[in-house]
């Protein structure tokens, strides 16, 4: 999967959230999206999720255009949001069959079971996932898209919720997935975590791209853009 | 994976959710319960009035207890922004479309099958030979208002006010389907059969068929704006 953003922008009325998009990114990538509360991150998710359409700009997928009416592009796309997109009084099994069902993708009750397994709720398959805490409902949505293995998957602040162990259940599977030739793109402010995961880091600042650079090890241009726009609190 | 496929899916998911929650269903049916005995009280409903009177109350109470349904049709995709999970996936809108009106369908018609009964009752109405016909002007209507409810609850879904939002858009659509729904049931009661009221019947109809097409051809439109 490659992912092609061209000049990608998004007003809200008056208020320009993000300009002048320019990105390429190949398969396999992991990229990791930084910057300042305010900064268009989610806008940033929510366009390469289809959720929002660009007010100018275009979103390609493989070479393909991301329109409202492409659902086959749309498959291709995830977005693990913690403890959203899902249905609390569906229970964890029921949320899991419902969205392999609505992706095609039905997997068999064993396959369910051992999704559930790597990510600690085998024991509450049958439990409502509204009586979930945050975290728990962010390992079943981590187990919904390990099942669903979309070709982007894109992640909104993913650490708030997690614990320790969540954390590395997590990151395992993130790296699994760029290892098949996916795409993940994370937005945190967790900066040390997302820079120990990406092989890319992104900057936005004011709804502008400011940084976009491959991983280096020291990085003093990171460094330097970095502390412009952000304190040194993660690092 | 095929439209109606998909649309059986979601209808599941939404019969499940609404056995577990019971919240539309019951306040639909006390509230048309309610509203019945509140006619019952206001309206002394002489013999002769009855053919008039009859259908335009009881599609008054159907349409305030629809409505009531109607505001809590997106409900379960409001919370937890279950909405966006729906329009992320490969799902085709004209299957949500489907799904939504099918199980709005449901409800008004479990409620229905309990206040039309009750009304003949409560009115002390002659004429049980007649509940198969008006059952079935009752259930074209009901389709109508359900196809178009279902639309414009889908409008409505992210504007603020959306419960003062959606009657004010929906019941001026709605006169078509109403205005046609009433005559068919007046011819009913006053000659015992449809009669002079077919062509409200094929209006009814024409008018389900163009909107269902239209919804499920729209419907990626209104959900995505």
Not at chain 2, 200 to 219: K, S
Request: some cysteine; proline content about 5%; glycine content about 8%.
């Amino acid at each position: 999967m490659r992912l092609i953003v061209n000049q990608l922008a998004k007003a809200y009325g008056y208020l320009w959230a993000l300009r002048h998009i320019d990105l390429a990114i190949a398969p396999g990538e992991f990229v990791a999206l930084l910057g300042p509360n305010g900064a268009g991150k989610t806008t940033l998710l929510k366009l390469l999720a289809g959720l929002i359409a660009p007010t100018t700009g275009a979103i390609e997928l493989d070479g393909r255009p991301l329109t409202a009416n492409a659902s086959t592009v749309r498959g291709q796309i995830g977005l693990l949001a913690p403890a959203e997109h899902l249905y609390d009084q569906l229970t964890v099994l029921e949320n899991l069959r419902f969205f392999t069902g609505l992706y095609n993708k039905y997997g068999s009750a064993s396959a369910l079971q051992t999704a559930l397994e790597e990510v600690g709720l085998a024991g509450r398959a049958q439990e409502y996932a509204g009586n979930l805490s945050a975290g728990m409902k962010c390992r079943l949505s981590i187990a919904k898209w390990r099942l669903l293995d979309p070709g982007l998957l894109l992640l909104d602040e993913p650490y708030g919720v997690l614990d320790g162990n969540g954390v590395d259940l997590l990151e395992t599977f993130l790296r699994a997935h760029c290892a098949k030739g996916h795409i993940v793109i994370m937005a945190s402010h967790h900066v040390a975590r997302a820079l120990n995961l990406c092989g890319r880091a992104l900057i936005l600042h004011q709804g502008r791209l400011h940084f976009d650079e491959p991983k280096q090890t020291p990085w003093p241009a990171f460094d330097r853009a970095f502390g412009d726009f952000l304190p040194r609190g993660g690092l | 994976m095929t439209l109606v496929k998909q649309a059986y899916l979601l209808l599941c998911k939404d019969l499940l959710l609404e056995m577990r929650r019971r919240d539309s269903l019951l306040t639909m049916f006390f509230f048309g319960t309610l509203l019945l005995f509140v006619f019952h009280f206001a309206f002394d409903m002489p013999p002769d009035k009855v053919a008039e009177l009859a259908p335009a109350l009881l599609w008054l109470a159907f349409l305030f207890t629809g409505t009531l349904g109607l505001a809590q049709l997106f409900q379960a995709e409001r919370d937890n922004h279950c909405l966006d999970a729906l329009l992320l996936s490969p799902l085709d809108r004209g299957a949500l479309f489907l799904a939504k009106t099918g199980f709005n369908l449901m409800l008004m018609l479990a409620v229905e099958v309990v206040v039309i009964p009750l009304f003949w009752i409560l009115f002390n109405l002659s004429g049980w030979n007649l509940l198969p016909q008006l059952f079935l002007v009752t259930l074209l209507g009901t389709v109508g208002f359900c196809v178009l409810g279902t639309i414009t609850a889908a409008i409505t879904l992210r504007a603020r006010a959306r419960e003062l939002l959606l009657p004010l858009v929906l019941f001026p659509l709605m006169i078509p389907v109403i205005l046609a729904t009433i005559r068919c049931m007046e011819t009913v009661l006053k000659t015992g059969s449809f009669g002079d009221a077919t062509p409200w019947l094929r209006l009814l109809l024409g008018f389900d068929v163009i909107f269902l097409t239209i919804g499920v051809l729209i419907f990626d439109w209104v959900i995505e704006s």
